[in-house]
């Protein structure tokens, strides 16, 4: 394994860096995340950033966009803004690179890449959480294909989305073939939308909840094939959790360099016991980069879901949280002053906590992967 940066990817990173400041030139530090801000994004690349070039993407691994994403945290892009990007890319997008036909690939990825539309996924459920295993989306056949009932819940994109790629229950089928992965359109009859207009934390991702009562869904509109889905979901958690919070490291590596500095002014990084929480700091923002690094390399080959995508997620989203939390202890009243922004990066890092799997979900993933070895 060799995770040496090539030129290419340092040309990436630079880029990245540049738009960065280009994206706070034209919108400010931490805009709302309206449909001129997804085609600002789009225009620059950055929403098909590993989707290929037939499709109007740039072509390039997750790997490399996990650098990229990293590099615009690091430059000031926003924690919601990173996680409402990553999940349109990594989840949506990559659901539909890794697994559309060509029909649902050539309609959606080339808007989806330019931000005329926005893309989200819908698997969480109101009772079950993220406990994929508890859906209760029903996906029933009709005369006319299939029928969709039931609800999703914390649906980020989900106020502003184009497309959902969504997970639902085959009653008539036998588990574990009776589960589907589908698309469903913003406009699909039977479909409502109810935006959650304040969340604690990731507070321009566009959360919202949603509801469907007897939407029509074709045979064209299921991704893969009936009873396919829990493959599917594996392959999507694959790509989400090995990338989608690159963003907040790059983020959390900014806001540690900001703070050292601060203490140094102060004179205070000179004290053995300051010196050492950032040191630990230091180490562990560093094995949570290396660990993701490690799972999304392996999702570029092709690698089994989901042990080094969960062991990533759990890593990287308990170190935001306990980093971030420290960080704020050694600012002291800078912080609560809110010098530093790290009120509000901790309530963003908080968030990491559940999305794309609650840390419970994550060890119950690994112990499994586990017993089977």
């Known amino acids: 394994?060799?995770?040496?940066?090539?030129?290419?990817?340092?040309?990436?990173?630079?880029?990245?860096?540049?738009?960065?400041?280009?994206?706070?030139?034209?919108?400010?530090?931490?805009?709302?995340?309206?449909?001129?801000?997804?085609?600002?994004?789009?225009?620059?690349?950055w929403l098909g950033v590993c989707v290929p070039r037939e499709y109007g993407g740039r072509g390039e691994d997750l790997l490399s966009a996990v650098l990229a994403f990293e590099a615009m945290g690091r430059a000031g892009v926003a924690r919601s803004q990173l996680f409402a990007v990553g999940a349109h890319l990594f989840g949506c997008c990559m659901a539909l690179v890794r697994h559309g036909a060509?029909?649902?690939?050539?309609?959606?990825?080339?808007?989806?890449?330019?931000g005329e539309a926005i893309g989200a996924l819908a698997f969480s459920e109101p009772a079950g959480g993220s406990d994929l295993a508890s859906c209760e989306?029903?996906?029933?056949?009709?005369?006319?294909?299939?029928?969709?009932?039931?609800?999703?819940?914390?649906?980020?994109?989900?106020?502003?989305?184009?497309?959902?790629?969504?997970?639902?229950?085959?009653?008539?089928?036998?588990?574990?073939?009776?589960?589907?992965t589908l698309l469903l359109g913003r406009d699909s009859p039977g479909l409502t939308i109810d935006p959650l207009e304040a969340t604690e934390g990731l507070r321009h991702s566009n959360q919202a909840e949603l509801a469907m009562l007897?939407?029509?869904?074709?045979?064209?509109?299921?991704?893969?094939?009936?009873?396919?889905?829990?493959?599917?979901?594996?392959?999507?958690?694959?790509?989400?959790?090995?990338?989608?919070?690159?963003?907040?490291?790059?983020?959390?590596?900014?806001?540690?360099?900001?703070?050292?500095?601060?203490?140094?002014?102060?004179?205070?990084?000179?004290?053995?016991?300051?010196?050492?929480?950032?040191?630990?700091?230091?180490?562990?923002?560093?094995?949570?980069?290396?660990l993701m690094y490690r799972a999304a390399w392996g999702a570029d080959r092709g690698e089994k879901p989901l042990l080094h995508a969960s062991m990533s997620k759990l890593t990287v989203s308990t170190t935001l949280v306990e980093c971030t939390k420290e960080l704020a202890e050694l600012?002291?009243?800078?912080?609560?002053?809110?010098?530093?922004?790290?009120?509000r990066a901790l309530a963003d890092a908080i968030g990491t906590l559940s999305a794309s799997g609650t840390s419970h979900v994550q060890l119950n993933t690994i112990g499994a992967l586990l017993e089977r070895e």
């Not at 029909?103 to 989806?112: D, G, I, K, N, V």
């Open 137 to 180: 989306t029903r996906l029933e056949s009709s005369e006319e294909g299939y029928r969709l009932n039931g609800r999703k819940s914390l649906v980020t994109n989900g106020a502003l989305a184009d497309l959902f790629v969504m997970l639902a229950r085959m009653p008539s089928a036998p588990a574990p073939l009776n589960v589907s």
């Open 214 to 290: 007897g939407c029509p869904v074709a045979q064209a509109d299921l991704l893969g094939h009936p009873g396919g889905g829990m493959g599917i979901l594996l392959s999507v958690m694959q790509c989400e959790r090995s990338c989608i919070l690159a963003g907040f490291l790059g983020a959390l590596e900014r806001d540690l360099v900001a703070v050292t500095a601060h203490l140094t002014e102060r004179g205070a990084s000179g004290h053995q016991a300051v010196l050492h929480r950032l040191a630990t700091i230091r180490t562990r923002l560093e094995t949570a980069r290396w």
């Open 102 to 114: 060509e029909a649902q690939r050539s309609e959606w990825l080339p808007r989806l890449a330019r």
């Open 331 to 343: 600012a002291a009243g800078e912080a609560w002053k809110g010098r530093f922004g790290l009120g």
């Open 1 to 45: 394994m060799d995770f040496a940066v090539s030129s290419a990817q340092d040309t990436l990173i630079s880029e990245a860096g540049g738009f960065a400041g280009r994206l706070a030139a034209q919108f400010g530090g931490d805009p709302p995340m309206t449909r001129d801000v997804w085609k600002f994004w789009g225009a620059e690349g």
